[in-house]
């Protein structure tokens, strides 16, 4: 027995959680290396920080497709860990796997439980947390959200909230590489001088400066074919004014939305019937046969020739996570938000 550095989930959260309230970290949990068959321990280095996450800390008494976090709890997400004891024939000692584990210093890794060998993990070029951002969940999203959703053509134009996020810079790229015309918001002006010098959007706006609708018409002069949500409320909304005929919204989140009990409402979903608009929202495992091998292909070959860029918002130390997370939630962050455990 050891003890264990985490951090638990104590309590549903109906605003912005609160630290000490909602979760907390503790340092006297404690972690077994006497596995059962099957089971796998690992030392983790680097967790996400990821804006669904939000959505299980919601109580019962609400509508929750996402799943809930157990209340007494650590948190669970997906993470980077190296394997220090094992008895699953498949996974040995010495390993690097992605897996969901603990907000924590240690994690045992249940029998069945989906786990990933890195294959070489410690020779490679790219990060270890690329697993988790540009090669991991937020670059899946992105990959097929847009190929499969979007359905873009090259000439078209796409709108992307939170376009400096860890999915809305990819799927900025990715639209740029198959010919479209893009454009992005963020909050602030130092993120649109990252998406307009860096990563080479056509028009990007911080959306606090002034009015969402009037910024986007700017931008877009000719009005949008796509627009990727990862905002919610009065960005769709405005999404929606300026969408051009039989138009595709996907919908990948709603970040501005989850945080109150009272929401802002869509105001104009009507025109969405004589604008024959479709509006799509999509669960990203639902699709992973389909997608998966090319997308680790192609995303690899850009990441390492440097076709595309990935900004990453890493936290130093466990006892950050709750802080970087509920920066995240506000907008704080700058790039992929990850929490670095510890050193590999």
């Given amino acids: 027995m050891v003890n264990n550095k985490a951090v638990v989930f104590k309590k549903w959260a109906i605003d912005y959680p609160v630290i000490g309230e909602h979760f907390e970290y503790v340092t006297d949990r404690e972690v077994t290396h006497e596995l059962k068959e099957g089971e796998i321990l690992t030392r983790n280095l680097y967790v996400s920080l990821d804006a669904y996450l939000r959505a299980k800390m919601r109580s019962h008494e609400e509508t929750n497709l996402f799943g809930r976090f157990n209340l007494d709890q650590v948190i669970i997400n997906h993470a980077i860990g190296e394997v220090i004891a094992s008895k ?4 040995p000692v010495g390993e690097i796997v992605y897996s969901y584990l603990g907000w ?39 990959y097929g959200g847009l190929l499969r959703y979007g359905k873009p053509k090259a000439g078209e134009t796409i709108y992307i ?31 649109i001088a990252y998406l307009l010098n860096v990563l080479k959007f056509d028009a990007a706006f911080n959306y606090k400066n002034g009015d969402i ?6 931008a877009a002069p000719e009005g949008i074919h796509i627009y990727f949500d990862n905002v919610g409320g009065r960005h769709l909304e405005a999404a929606l004014e300026w969408m051009l005929p039989r138009g595709r919204v996907v919908l990948c989140g709603q970040i501005g939305d989850v945080n109150t009990q009272n929401p802002p409402g869509v105001r104009n979903l009507f025109i969405c019937v004589p604008k024959e608009i479709s509006i799509l929202g999509f669960f990203v495992m639902k699709f992973e046969q389909e997608y998966k091998a090319q997308f680790e292909k192609d995303v690899t070959e850009w990441l390492l020739s440097g076709k595309i860029v990935y900004k990453e918002d890493v936290t130093e130390g466990l006892e950050n996570a709750p802080s970087a997370f ?16 510890a050193d590999l």
Avoid at 162 to 190: H, I, N, T, W, Y
């Fill in 88 to 91: 699953n024939p498949n996974i």
């Fill in 104 to 142: 924590e210093e240690y994690s045992v890794i249940p029998a069945g439980q989906y786990v990933e060998i890195i294959k070489n993990a410690r020779e490679s070029k790219l990060p270890l947390s690329a697993r988790i951002g540009a090669l991991g969940m937020p670059g899946f999203t992105a």
């Fill in 161 to 191: 909230s939170a376009a400096s996020g860890a999915v809305g810079q990819l799927v900025g790229q990715m639209a740029k590489a198959l010919g479209l015309r893009v454009v992005g918001s963020a909050g602030s002006d130092e993120k």
């Fill in 213 to 218: 609708l009037a910024s986007l018409k700017t």
């Fill in 326 to 341: 509920l920066g995240m939630l506000q907008g704080k962050n700058f790039g992929k938000a990850t929490v670095k455990i």
